[in-house]
């Protein structure tokens, strides 16, 4: 069955410490991962998407990497405003979507 | 604005209560998706739509019902057999397709009464 896990569950960081969320999955035939950021009461909001390992995106303070088994998203010289959940997901191969408990970042300024 | 839709953003329901939560989408999107968020999980399936008139469940369905009439509208009812229904509902859309990005609604909130 496919599985993702995300650590740490919970990361503090002072504002301008730069740090990475881990995403580790076990798919059969990886179609796609993918990172949202979701703030309380709110829904996912889109971030990446990547297909295959040695990829790399980045968006502002935000950068995401690939591997065969895990996904990195470093945040570089964060803000308050970064202070969010921050979620993973993958999808096989002729299956659903299947996300990660999330990653809750409160960085302080 | 192209994006989706959900009301109402708070819902309470009462005991033995069927509830319906909505969902438009104007991104012209074919699939889309019903989630279940509860503190500390992730988010699990409870249906999808490839097209219109036509849904499969996810891994959460029983005590679940939709419909897809339209392209543009899927609602999802909470029946009084969900024995356990207070969670954050999230609508989600994308092309047809796996691999393609899912985008999400701004949730709705049930609580049972």
């Known amino acids: 069955e496919d599985q993702v896990t995300q650590s740490p569950e919970a990361l503090r960081l002072q504002e301008g410490e730069s740090s990475s969320l881990n995403c580790s999955y076990t798919?059969?035939?990886?179609?796609?991962l993918f990172w949202y950021r979701q703030d309380p009461g709110k829904g996912p909001e889109f971030l990446f998407t990547l297909y295959s390992a040695g990829e790399e995106k980045e968006k502002e303070r935000l950068k995401a990497t690939l591997t065969k088994k895990e996904s990195f998203l470093h945040i570089t010289a964060p803000k308050p405003e970064d202070s969010a959940t921050y979620l993973c997901?993958?999808?096989?191969?002729?299956?659903?979507?299947?996300f990660g408990a999330g990653t809750r970042l409160t960085v302080k300024p | 604005d192209g994006g989706i839709t959900q009301s109402p953003k708070y819902l309470f329901r009462k005991e033995g209560q069927n509830v319906t939560l909505s969902c438009e989408q104007n991104?012209?999107?074919?699939?889309m998706y019903w989630y279940r968020q509860d503190p500390g999980q992730g988010l699990r399936l409870i249906y999808y739509s490839q097209i219109v008139n036509d849904f499969q469940k996810g891994d959460i369905a029983e005590g679940y019902s939709v419909s897809r009439e339209k392209k543009e509208s899927f609602p999802l009812t909470v029946t009084s057999a969900q024995k356990n229904p207070t969670a954050f509902y999230l609508c989600?859309?994308?092309?047809?397709?796996?691999?393609?990005?899912?985008?999400f609604g701004e949730g709705s909130w049930l609580t049972v009464v």
């Open positions: 997901a993958v999808q096989a191969w002729g299956n659903d979507m299947r």
């Open positions: 989600a859309s994308s092309i047809a397709g796996f691999g393609n990005t899912i985008y």
């Open positions: 798919v059969s035939g990886l179609r796609g």
């Open positions: 991104l012209n999107h074919d699939a």
